[in-house]
């Protein structure tokens, strides 16, 4: 069975210095990985997404994601945090190979990113 | 410009009643879906649907019903058997086919029950 993991609930960053947010999953075969951001009482917004091709993807609002296959990862990165980029934060596996879930997105439990001045 | 749109953005149901929450897309997308989002749980699938006339239960669809008689819409009905229905609540779509797609989400409607 599919499922992903995103191991912190908060991540506290300093304006301006680098944020990484964590995600690891697991998959019968090669998946498809996506990150999605939301702000107070919104819909979940698309940030970037991975398929195939260059581990390494960029995204919307200066955010990108490395795909890591042999650590079963797919962090999302930013080199400087802003205090706008304060928000939830999932990521979500689809495996295409799952005929079980009929190509359903699986959805991390979110990590809480908070940027302080 | 292409969206879902949710309605009401906030609503408010007393014990015992039954309420629906619309759920409208023009973006031609196949597959609709209905998420219940709580503090610290993350989101939840409740049910969706890949077809007209066709929805399948998700991990939470006790207490909760769906229908799916046009590609557009995808309305949810929180029945007074959801005995803890304050949450909330997102809709979204997808391309049915390839999966390589992902979701396009709704701003959510916020259900309080008083």
């Known amino acids: 069975a599919q499922s992903v993991a995103q191991p912190e609930d908060q991540v506290n960053v300093a304006e301006g210095n680098p944020l990484t947010v964590k995600c690891t999953y697991s998959?019968?075969?090669?998946?498809?990985l996506f990150w999605y951001v939301q702000y107070p009482n919104r819909g979940l917004q698309f940030l970037l997404k991975?398929?195939?091709?260059?581990?390494l993807v960029k995204g919307s609002y200066g955010f990108e994601a490395e795909f890591n296959k042999s650590q079963t990862s797919f962090h999302l990165k930013k080199p400087s945090a802003l205090v706008s980029d304060s928000a939830l934060y999932f990521c979500?596996?689809?495996?295409?190979?799952?005929?079980?879930?009929?190509?359903?997105?699986?959805f991390g439990k979110g990590t809480k990113l908070s940027v302080k001045p | 410009d292409g969206g879902i749109t949710q309605s009401p953005k906030y609503l408010f149901r007393k014990e015992g009643q039954n309420v629906t929450l619309s759920c409208e897309q023009n973006?031609?997308?196949?597959?609709m879906y209905w998420y219940r989002q709580d503090p610290g749980q993350g989101l939840r699938l409740i049910y969706y649907?890949?077809?007209?006339?066709?929805?399948q239960k998700g991990d939470i669809a006790e207490g909760y019903s769906v229908s799916r008689e046009k590609k557009e819409s995808f309305p949810l009905t929180v029945t007074s058997a959801q005995k803890n229905p304050t949450a909330f609540y997102l809709c979204?779509?997808?391309?049915?086919?390839?999966?390589?797609?992902?979701?396009?989400f709704g701003s959510g409607t916020r259900l309080t029950v008083v």
């Open positions: 649907s890949q077809i007209v006339n066709d929805f």
């Open positions: 991975y398929i195939t091709g260059d581990n």
């Open positions: 979500a596996v689809r495996d295409p190979q799952d005929g079980g879930s009929q190509g359903n997105l699986i």
């Open positions: 979204a779509s997808s391309r049915g086919n390839p999966i390589a797609y992902g979701y396009t």
């Open positions: 998959v019968s075969g090669n998946p498809y």
């Open positions: 973006l031609n997308h196949d597959a």
